[in-house]
């Protein structure tokens, strides 16, 4: 059935119908087709451009729909051109003219615009709370390693000794920006396009403030072209969700390196692993390599809906059609990463022996040594020009800065004491790091507990 049969002659070919219809990915949000519709109908009625029995008989009409989707007793007809066109057909199918009436004042165009605001509403607050899960476990894992150290990488070449803590928390800033991003986007998205029409708004005396008010919006869009045709809410989204999976992505690739016996710094949970076909030994990371791979669907996404919205002129384009599979498509791979990403963390067993075996070899205290000269009045560059000298001795005696005797030190630079074994000992060089932001257990453990209170606090002043 289509809705605007009236002018035409002929039906719609099967393939131009299968073509251009979108109840395959747009059936997902009857819900808030349902929902922006109750509200408009109230409107009207309130408004008197239909009667307020013919407008409560619609919002009646409307929620036995939705409750018969829910519960089962009525399938969406995928042969409908939309969902839009599948409700109300069922709406007049069972209320005969009265149904009839509810697209009055109305297009698909604001309708469509809506129904695809609300729902991506609620899908920034699923998302929102499973970067918040993540957070909370990145803290508490912080808290338990705290103290753990591990060698810090720039290059992937050892660099300084940092906490296994502090290395977890630098994602979860990553992730609180992310969150941020999420509610600046679902700001911006907040805006009620009900009451634009197809393009030019409409000559009924509607009252927008009241369709904003019911469907619980922030603002009403203002100009009617604009409220149409912006789907500048789907690109940003699919922007945050990109980095966001940047960021599933980095870690996922640490993750698996962390695995690999090169590294050994974790073992992923039996649950979280899969094993090869052919070879017995394997064990491997397929669901951090999964996050990884399918960060690329979202900035595909991304790039889709940058491509369909560069070239269309004002107002509604069926080319925008294309906007929900796209976005659809992120917030889905987003959620189902996060699904998985999040409990594979929690269950990883953590190998600190393994870690500080590594911090413990190449030369990671050698800023340390250079600064214990440092300490001692020596200028920086001078303290590291006698460390590198000091490093290439080691290198040529094949052995450690820990190990090479105080005869060989004070050979390059005399102001070399004993007490240079203990400025380089990995315990003092990772802990001592007190500045702001830096690595040592006290500051891994306070930050963490401003990341639990603001995420805590930021629930309990949600409810
Ligand atoms: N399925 C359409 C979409 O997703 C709904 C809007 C249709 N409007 C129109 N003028 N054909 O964009």
Redesign the pocket.
């Known amino acids: 059935m289509q809705l605007w049969k009236g002018r035409f002659q002929k039906a719609l070919s099967k393939t131009t119908n299968d073509f251009n219809s979108?109840i395959s990915f747009?059936s997902r949000m009857y819900r808030e087709d349902i929902e922006g519709s109750i509200a408009h109908s109230k409107m009207l009625g309130e408004c008197g451009i239909i009667t307020k029995e013919d407008a409560e008989a619609i919002g009646q009409g409307l929620r036995g729909i939705l409750e018969d989707i829910e519960n089962g007793k009525l399938s969406i007809d995928m042969e409908a051109?939309?969902i839009?066109t599948f409700i109300e057909g069922e709406l007049t199918a069972r209320l005969g003219d009265t149904g009839k009436r509810l697209h009055t004042a109305r297009?698909?165009?604001d309708?469509?615009a809506v129904d695809l605001r609300l729902y991506l509403k609620k899908q920034i607050d699923e998302i929102t709370s499973l970067i918040e899960s993540l957070v909370l476990v990145l803290c508490q894992k912080a808290e338990e390693y705290s103290e753990t150290i591990m060698p810090g990488y720039t290059h992937l070449q050892r660099a300084q000794p940092i906490t296994f803590g502090h290395h977890l928390l630098a994602y979860s800033e990553m992730f609180l920006r992310d969150l941020n991003r999420l509610s600046d986007c679902k700001r911006r998205m907040d805006v009620m396009p009900l009451g634009c029409g197809?393009l030019a708004g409409t000559t009924y005396p509607i009252d927008r403030t009241i369709t904003a008010q019911l469907l619980d919006f922030e603002g009403i869009a203002e100009n009617s072209l604009d409220g149409v045709s912006d789907r500048d809410y789907c690109i940003e989204l699919a922007g945050a969700l990109s980095i966001v999976m940047v960021h599933l992505s980095r870690f996922s690739e640490e993750i698996i390196m962390w695995c690999s016996h090169e590294f050994k710094f974790i073992e992923l949970d039996d649950a979280f692993s899969t094993g090869s076909s052919i070879m017995p030994q394997k064990k491997n990371p397929d669901i951090a390599e999964l996050v990884r791979g399918k960060s690329g669907r979202v900035f595909g996404d991304l790039m889709g809906l940058l491509t369909v919205m560069k070239g269309i002129p004002l107002a509604?384009n069926?080319d925008?059609?294309e906007?929900?599979e796209a976005i659809f498509d992120a917030v889905d791979t987003v959620k189902m990463c996060l699904t998985a990403f999040t409990p594979m963390l929690d269950t990883m067993k953590v190998l600190p022996q393994n870690m500080r075996k590594a911090a413990a070899g190449g030369f990671i205290n050698a800023t340390d040594c250079a600064d214990y000269l440092t300490k001692k009045g020596l200028p920086f560059r001078d303290a590291y020009k006698a460390t590198g000298e000091i490093v290439a001795l080691c290198i040529e005696k094949d052995c450690t800065l820990e190990t090479l005797p105080l005869e060989e030190y004070k050979k390059v630079c005399d102001i070399f004491d004993e007490g240079v074994y203990e400025a380089i000992g990995l315990e003092k060089c990772a802990y001592e790091r007190k500045s702001r932001g830096g690595p040592c257990p006290d500051n891994v453990r306070a930050n963490a507990q401003r990341v639990k209170n603001y995420i805590t606090g930021k629930n309990t002043e949600n409810k």
Do not use: F, G, I, L
């Open positions: 979108s747009d051109e939309d839009h297009s698909r165009n309708q469509v197809a509604y069926k925008m059609q906007d929900k």
